[in-house]
């Protein structure tokens, strides 16, 4: 495909069994709506155990069966916060060193230059995380931290800084594809069609993740000019 071409989420990832974790960010094709989703994956008991839980416009993390926990650390997080005209969304406590930065005037770059990947050798899963700003001038960035070597050692931070298109979004995963260890996401974050219709698109993206490995997804369409919010949300374990 060309560069300025936009893919069909769905198309996208229906044959790739394992993306991990993934954020998508844009503005529905109407123009109306500013556009965040967020899922996740799991291959362990561990990773599988998660549900997520709407607290007022906020999304935390919950184990299924807290009894079955093996390490919280890296799973129970919020992966959606908001801060004034600010929406947080990432894969990890990042967002709440994100969340905390805004709080104190600092930016979300700043914020980011004090983490790095998580430490869960062989994998080194990056660190993927979005800020919204639904200002006046709505426009969104996406960051990923990844390992620079493969083994743990040096960070490499990578920001995507974007102005909005109607009818795009932008989608950066954890993973290219399942393996082991698990091959970090390479390249800019994918160019994807954004659908006006919130169900439409929820169900596009949820129906074409690997039946076996999705866990959550969490979908908000915010009014531009209202800021009237849509939110979908669907857990495999309820």
């Not at 974050?189 to 690997?210: A, G, H, K, Q, S």
Request: hydrophobic share 30%.
């Amino acid at each position: 495909m060309g560069i300025y071409d936009v893919n069909n989420i769905g198309e996208l990832i229906k044959d790739n069994s394992y993306v991990g974790r993934g954020i998508v960010a844009g503005k529905s094709k109407n123009g109306k709506n500013a556009v965040v989703a967020y899922f996740i994956m799991g291959r362990s008991d561990n990773s599988r155990n998660r549900v997520f839980v709407e607290e007022g416009n906020d999304v935390t993390i919950y184990p299924f069966d807290a009894s079955k926990v093996e390490d919280p650390s890296l799973i129970i997080y919020s992966p959606i916060r908001n801060i004034g005209n600010k929406l947080i969304a990432t894969n990890g406590d990042q967002t709440d060193t994100i969340y905390e930065f805004i709080k104190e005037g600092k930016t979300f770059e700043e914020a980011l230059e004090t983490r790095k990947f998580e430490p869960d050798s062989p994998n080194f899963t990056p660190r993927i995380s979005a800020i919204l700003s639904l200002d006046e001038k709505f426009s969104y960035k996406m960051s990923i931290l990844k390992s620079s070597d493969g083994l743990g050692g040096n960070c490499n931070r990578y920001t995507f800084s974007y102005e909005p298109v109607d009818g795009l979004g932008h989608f950066i995963h954890t993973y290219n594809c399942d393996g082991n260890p698990i091959p970090t996401f390479t390249g800019e974050p994918e160019r994807v069609e954004i659908l006006d219709d919130i169900d439409e698109f929820t169900n596009n993206l949820w129906e074409n993740l690997n039946s076996d490995n999705k866990i959550s997804l969490y979908v908000r369409y915010i009014d531009l000019t209202t800021g009237e919010i849509k939110n979908r949300m669907i857990n495999k374990y309820r």
